[in-house]
Each structure stands twice: as structure tokens, then as C-alpha cells.
């Protein structure tokens, strides 16, 4: 079969001829001249390597205006009219029962108490107070005579237990020769107020016996006669000052005593 090749054709579809014509002698070696209607064949593109065609660029729609909403006009809520609650009756004012007085309670008449009467001190009648230490104490001058002696005997026997003993005892003795000559002191003073004289008791120095223990002993016994003659003293008098040196001076006396068996307690 014979091809021909239409070279006016190949003109027309801007194809050199020189190149197809060495084409045609690379493909058809055995006739090299090239006809002239020969039209070389146009290659077809594979669909898979053929190119997609380009998308036409969608034009940019105008979407038409949205028309503006008018403002809803709601309604007006119509007032609730007010409510008139029925009026509340008044309360009728209760009339409470009058209150009966109370009638005044008589309380009985307090009876007036009676001035009492001091009975009078012997010896002044007309003086509602006794004067203590004067000219109506003259009977306690005996007395204080005796108490006088007594005391000064009970600082000389104390005085000389002390100068016999040693440490606590001698230091209780002394003070117990210092409360005795205290004591005949306050009693001089009061027999001088009473009498305006003085007076001055001649007493030896007292037998001690020689072991200190039976000393003391011995003063022990006397501390408790001079507290139960001073007492004896305070409840006959009837001068208030001679009764609270009575007293005073008998706790002196129950002192002694008990500051005496102490010692003796030590000594065991």
C-alpha cells in the first residue's frame, strides 16, 4: 500500500518538512522519497498523561441586599389596675373590769424599845462609866501585892536557869526572866496609880534542884500557878484596866508553860 503525502497539507499545518522528511526515512527506510501527499500521524495523548481542562473561574455571585428589619413595635402591656383590698374593721377597744383597790394593809404598831438601863457601878452610882486604876480600885492592893512578889520571884528563877543551861534553853529562860520582870513593872505601876505609894517585895532567890531537867521542871509547875492566880484575878476585880492585865499576864503564864515542855520534849 502505497502512502502518500500531501506536502501542500503540511504547509497548511506549520509543520517543517524537512523534519517529518527525516522521520519518514528513519520509518520507511525502503523508500526514501518522501510522496508528496504524506501526512505524518498525530500522536495520540494517553488519557491518563492528557491534561485536565482548566476550570473556568466561577464569576464572584452578588448576593442581593438583605433589606433591613423594621423594629417590631410590641404591643404596650395595659397597667393591672391596682387592687382595693377591703378595709379591715376596726377592733372594738375591750373593756377590761376596773381593778378593786387593794385596801391599805394595817401593819400593827412597833412597840418602842425600852432605854436600857446600865445597871450602876458599885462605888460611883451617879458615873455611868468606872474609871479604871483610881480611888474605887483600892481593894485590888492586896492583890496586886501578891502578884508583885510573884513576879519578881519568877525572873530571879528564870534568870538562873539561864545562866545554868546552854543553846535554846538558855535563850527560852532568858526571855522568860525578861516577860517576869515585865510583868512586875506593869503591876508597880498600876498599885502606884491606885495607892500613889510604891512598893518593893523582898524575895530570896528560889531552891532549884540541881539536875536542869528537874528545874525545869519545877518552873513548869509555877509558870501554870501564876497563870491561874492572874486569872483568878481578872474575875474578881471589877476595874475593866486591872482585868485585861490580869488576862494578859496569864497568857504569859500558859506561854512559859508550853515553851518549858517543848524543852523538855528536845531533851527525850
Keep these: ?81 391596682a387592687q382595693q383590698l377591703p378595709p379591715v374593721p376596726d377592733c372594738p377597744a375591750q373593756e377590761l373590769p376596773p381593778v378593786p383597790d387593794c385596801p ?9 424599845c425600852p432605854v436600857q438601863e446600865k445597871p450602876p457601878v458599885p462605888g460611883c452610882p451617879s458615873c455611868p462609866v468606872r474609871p479604871c486604876l483610881g480611888e474605887a480600885s483600892k481593894g485590888d492592893v492586896n492583890r496586886l501585892k501578891e502578884l508583885m512578889t510573884l513576879a519578881k520571884t519568877g525572873a530571879l528563877a528564870g534568870r538562873a536557869l ?23 513593872r506593869r503591876l508597880s505601876a498600876a498599885y502606884f496609880l491606885i495607892t500613889g505609894k510604891r512598893y518593893t517585895p523582898q524575895c530570896a532567890a528560889p531552891l532549884l534542884p540541881a539536875f536542869l531537867p528537874l528545874a525545869l521542871r519545877q518552873q513548869f509547875v509555877w509558870e501554870q500557878q501564876w497563870e491561874l492566880k492572874n486569872n483568878q484575878a481578872a474575875q474578881a476585880t471589877a476595874d475593866p484596866c486591872l482585868r485585861a492585865l490580869y488576862q494578859e499576864l496569864a497568857q504569859e503564864g500558859a506561854f512559859h508553860a508550853g515553851a518549858i515542855r517543848s524543852l523538855l520534849e528536845q531533851m527525850g
Design 104 to 112: 391599805a394593809q394595817q401593819l400593827p404598831p412597833v412597840p418602842d
Design 162 to 184: 539561864a545562866r545554868r543551861s546552854n543553846g535554846p534553853t538558855a535563850k527560852a529562860m532568858s526571855v522568860l526572866a525578861q516577860d517576869h520582870r515585865s510583868a512586875f
Design 1 to 81: 500500500m502505497e502512502l502518500k503525502v500531501d506536502r501542500p497539507a503540511l504547509a497548511g499545518q506549520d509543520i517543517d518538512p524537512n523534519t517529518f522528511q527525516r522521520v519518514w526515512n528513519r520509518v520507511m527506510p525502503e523508500q526514501t522519497a518522501l510522496p508528496d501527499n504524506a501526512i505524518p500521524a498525530v500522536p495520540t495523548v494517553p488519557p491518563v498523561q492528557s491534561e485536565l481542562p482548566s476550570v473556568p473561574d466561577c464569576p464572584a455571585q452578588q448576593l442581593p441586599p438583605v433589606p433591613d428589619c423594621p423594629a417590631q413595635q410590641l404591643p404596650p402591656v395595659p397597667d393591672c389596675p
